[in-house]
């Protein structure tokens, strides 16, 4: 039996569903990466493009990577969340945000990339206190 991912946007306008299993699960450190997330890093499935379909208004934005291919990332236009991503280099695949998916059971991290240019805060200490969800945690007055 195929499995089938579903994923959607911060607003919902965007959906998108992707059948089979992903060639691979990465996180990156790049600076596009950090950047277009505005944190430490990006989690990505990579499917083929043909299993994989998207509904709704996408925006994107596209650069030269230093590999001299052409990056596109694509997100939703109405509220920005990342979609998905191309390149170039790989072409006929795409790389949906695994943030994005609905159920991600049975993904894990593959590889991670571009360790070097992780920042020194993007990672969970040993002496951290950490929550499972949203704690109810509210700023001192
Ligand atoms: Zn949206
Ligand atoms: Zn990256």
Same mark, same amino acid.
């Given at each position: 039996m195929t499995k089938t991912y579903t994923g959607k946007c911060l607003c919902g306008q965007i959906t998108y569903t992707a059948s089979g299993s992903p060639i691979v699960v990465a996180q990156c450190h790049c600076e596009e990466c950090r950047r277009l997330s505005g944190t430490g890093h990006t989690v990505g499935a990579m499917f083929a493009s043909e299993v994989v379909a998207v509904s709704g208004k996408l925006s994107e934005f596209s650069y030269s990577s230093d590999k001299d291919s052409q990056v596109t990332k694509v997100f939703c236009?109405?509220? *920005?969340?990342?979609?998905y991503g191309t390149n170039t280099r790989i072409p006929d695949h795409l790389t949906l945000s695994? *943030?994005?998916?609905?159920d991600a059971s049975?993904?894990?991290?593959?590889v991670v990339i571009f360790e070097r240019d992780?920042?020194?805060?993007d990672r969970l200490g040993q002496d951290v206190v950490f929550f499972a969800?949203?704690?109810d945690w509210k700023p001192e007055s």
């Amino acid at each position: 039996m195929t499995k089938t991912y579903t994923g959607k946007c911060l607003c919902g306008q965007i959906t998108y569903t992707a059948s089979g299993s992903p060639i691979v699960v990465a996180q990156c450190h790049c600076e596009e990466c950090r950047r277009l997330s505005g944190t430490g890093h990006t989690v990505g499935a990579m499917f083929a493009s043909e299993v994989v379909a998207v509904s709704g208004k996408l925006s994107e934005f596209s650069y030269s990577s230093d590999k001299d291919s052409q990056v596109t990332k694509v997100f939703c236009a109405n509220c *920005g969340s990342p979609i998905y991503g191309t390149n170039t280099r790989i072409p006929d695949h795409l790389t949906l945000s695994l *943030g994005t998916m609905d159920d991600a059971s049975g993904l894990y991290i593959e590889v991670v990339i571009f360790e070097r240019d992780k920042p020194h805060w993007d990672r969970l200490g040993q002496d951290v206190v950490f929550f499972a969800t949203q704690p109810d945690w509210k700023p001192e007055s």
